[in-house]
T-cell receptor, first 113, second 109 residues
Framework: SAVISQKPSRDICQRGTSLTIQCQVD?????MFWYRQQPGQSLTLIAT?????????ESGFVIDKFPISRPNLTFSTLTVSNMSPEDSSIYLC??????????FGPGTRLTVT | GQNIDQPTEMTATEGAIVQINCTYQ??????LFWYQQHAGEAPTFLSY????GLEEKGRFSSFLSRSKGYSYLLLKELQMKDSASYLC??????????FGIGTKLQVIP
């Protein structure tokens, strides 16, 4: 199994600012995923991050708003840019492997005021 | 694309059995997950089905029928701590996992 940590665990940010969320995995993984969970909603995939290439974004999400870095096989960052109250969510990092492995980090709870 | 349907809410009695259904329509299928999520916490893996049939794991069982695009999660001997949201999710191409809206289960005494 993979152990995933995220920083920060929670933050309160002002409108118009940006926040970078870090995701660290204890083993090398090919693919990392970033999800958002808005209040009372299920998880929505933001993008898939592969090491050495640009992230692949899902419909409704763009790189200017959610830039992602993937510098190596154990680490990724997601930046939430020019934040608005609608960005208040839990952001989760996930890693997947072959077969049934699909693990989630503890999440970053973001509140935008 | 992926379309996943499950009931939004269910209520069941402590000690009873509850079945949470999930139907899906997907452009690719590489397995179906069930996750449990308590309020304010990250999802916790419960089960993964890739072949048809029933997988039993303690009080929890999960069933899959690929031809019908249907799965269910069965919870036996319900406990108060089982009150949570249960998320059905489908793994499609490129290991991408798409989640349903989740079923909020309330267990009452």
């Amino acid at each position: 199994s993979a152990v995933i940590s995220q920083k920060p665990s929670r933050d309160i940010c002002q409108r118009g600012t940006s926040l970078t969320i870090q995701c660290q995995v204890d083993s090398q993984v090919t693919m990392m995923f970033w999800y958002r969970q808005q209040p009372g909603q299920s998880l929505t995939l933001i993008a898939t991050a592969n090491q050495g290439s640009e992230a692949t974004y899902e419909s409704g999400f763009v790189i200017d708003k959610f830039p992602i870095s993937r510098p190596n096989l154990t680490f990724s960052t997601l930046t939430v840019s020019n934040m608005s109250p609608e960005d208040s969510s839990i952001y989760l990092c996930s890693v997947g492997g072959e077969g049934s492995e699909q693990y989630f980090g503890p999440g970053t709870r973001l509140t935008v005021t | 694309g992926q379309n996943i349907d499950q009931p939004t809410e269910m209520t069941a009695t402590e000690g009873a059995i509850v079945q949470i259904n999930c139907t899906y329509q997907t452009s690719g299928f590489n397995g179906l997950f069930w996750y449990q999520q308590h309020a304010g916490e990250a999802p916790t893996f419960l089960s993964y089905n890739v072949l048809d049939g029933l997988e039993e794991k303690g009080r929890f069982s999960s069933f899959l029928s690929r031809s019908k695009g249907y799965s269910y999660l069965l919870l036996k001997e319900l406990q108060m701590k089982d009150s949570a949201s249960y998320l059905c999710a489908v793994k499609g191409g490129y290991q991408k996992v798409t989640f349903g809206i989740g079923t909020k289960l309330q267990v009452i005494p």
